[in-house]
């Protein structure tokens, strides 16, 4: 798969993957991101004269632009990172993610389609269409089990809807017209270039400026943290291996609840930072009304693709939360130029609350 095309890859999970797929194969990458809030071109400006790298500001749900960037550059795959994927904006603002997850995806399903169907047969054979989804559209565990590939869905956000609509629809373009899709859903991803707007990157930066952490009701939600290098490894062995028409779930096998991965973001702060006068930054701790339907618990089974795929995470949370509070102490300028606009790190989501 030598012309890849990657939508979203100006934002957090698809810029990482641009950065790796640069690093560690031949393929030619066509770029295309809306350049929204969280799309930002400073993840990709060390590639501003990568002739592998072609970046195009545009919309999935554009038509016109995604039939031609597909005949133009003779694409051979298609990888979908983009979508709206808070779950606070989602309550203040669900028309935005129906728009994009929903009315995008099927338009990208159904330009590839048509493309698909008019090349030859062995590039028939080799081309697939790669839709990145998340764990959130299986709903909330209790304390115990896990998400396999087989849990029935049960969305409960605008966000997770939105996204399982989505999955939906790729699953009916394989189903009814044979488009080769792959779908992978994920677990709460964390690393460099995420917008501050996530907790990680959020925490970090608040307690870097002595301001409170936010805790969303007892902090007892758990997450499975999966570092972006690992899930970037994953997508890239999916697309090149994964049987079409299969669902790959990944996971970091990392089970935090939000509480702790504040207490461990800030107890390596107080090391990093020996000289900060907000240490230790425990104190700041704020517990702060609850997200509205806030899910429990998420967690991944990801035995299918360790088993299928061979795949497995290289970083535990010890060691990727290391590597993500160096990556956002070393590069302030990048933090400064993203919080420079509308999102200062306030609260979001509060439109659903009683």
Known sequence: ???????????????????????????????????????NPDTLAEFSQEPRHIFVEGDIGDRALIRQLLTEHSIDAIVNFA???????????????????VLGTFNLLDCARAY??????????????????TDEVYGSL?????????????????????????????????????LPVLTTNCSNNYGPYQFPEKLIPLIIGKAMAGQPLPIYGDGGNVRDWLYVEDHCRAIALVLEAGQPGEVYNIGGDSEKTNLEVVDTLCDLLDEALPDSPYRPHRLLKSFV??????????????????????????????????????????????????????????????????
Do not use: C
Request: charged share 20%; hydrophobic share 35%; proline share 4%.
């Open 1 to 39: 798969m030598q012309n890849i095309l990657v939508t979203g890859g100006a934002g957090f999970i698809g810029s990482n993957f641009v950065h790796w797929l640069l690093a560690e194969s031949s393929a030619r990458i066509i770029n295309l991101d809306k350049l929204t809030y969280a799309g």
């Open 83 to 101: 979508a709206e994927s808070h779950v606070d904006r989602s309550i203040d603002g669900p028309a935005a993610f129906i728009e994009t997850n």
């Open 116 to 133: 698909w169907a008019e090349l030859p047969s062995q590039r028939q054979d080799e081309f697939r269409f790669l839709h990145v989804s």
């Open 142 to 178: 209790g304390t115990t089990g896990k998400f396999t590939e087989a849990t029935a869905y049960a969305p409960n956000s605008p966000y997770s809807a939105s996204k399982a609509a989505s999955d939906h629809l790729v699953r009916a373009w394989h189903h009814t017209y044979g």
């Open 289 to 354: 009304p609850d997200r509205p339907g806030h899910d429990r618990r998420y967690a991944i089974d990801a035995s299918k693709i360790k088993a299928e795929l061979g795949w497995s995470p290289r970083e535990d949370f010890a060691s990727g939360i290391a590597r993500t509070i160096g990556w956002y102490l070393s590069h302030p300028d990048w933090v400064a130029r993203v919080m420079d606009g509308s999102y200062r790190g306030q609260r979001l989501g509060l439109s659903g609350a009683e």
